[in-house]
């Protein structure tokens, strides 16, 4: 629906329709908002369950090459050993970064979250404004 004609200028300016938008639709971009945050945790649960799980098996496969290794006293088994630790350490950093990750999404969510703001206005000529400025400085020079 449009505006009278005063205020197609402004649309046109504004680059808006001027239509109204109805509640309903504010409602389920609501709903979308939250059915994003529900799976951004659940992606961070299953990933958390994954990384942990590897990070615990791979801590058994280096127990049992460090083993193999001091039995066979072979340079390769060493090699491998040394690789699965890197690997190990590298779930444990990933671990880490999913924590720090999901932090920056929780506090984006909560900047883009609804804010108060309060503002002032003034109703009147600039010469009421002059008056008012000249009476709040006289007051405060008592």
Sequence with gaps: MKMTK?????NDTFNTSGEVVK???????????????????KDYEY??????????????????????AQESEMPRAYEVAGQLIKN???????????QKKLKDV??????????????????GSTADLAKMLKDGLKEDDK
Excluded: H
């Design 6 to 10: 005063n205020f197609d200028d402004l």
């Design 23 to 41: 509640p309903e639709v504010v409602e389920s971009k609501i709903e979308k908002v939250k059915e994003g945050v529900d799976d951004i945790k």
């Design 47 to 68: 990933t958390r369950g994954n990384l942990y799980s590897i990070i615990e098996k791979g801590q058994e496969a280096l127990n049992g090459v460090l083993e193999l």
């Design 88 to 98: 190990v350490a590298d779930a444990t950093d990933k671990l880490l970064d999913l």
């Design 106 to 123: 929780e506090a984006e969510e909560k900047i883009k979250g609804p804010s108060t703001v309060n503002n002032a206005l003034f109703v």
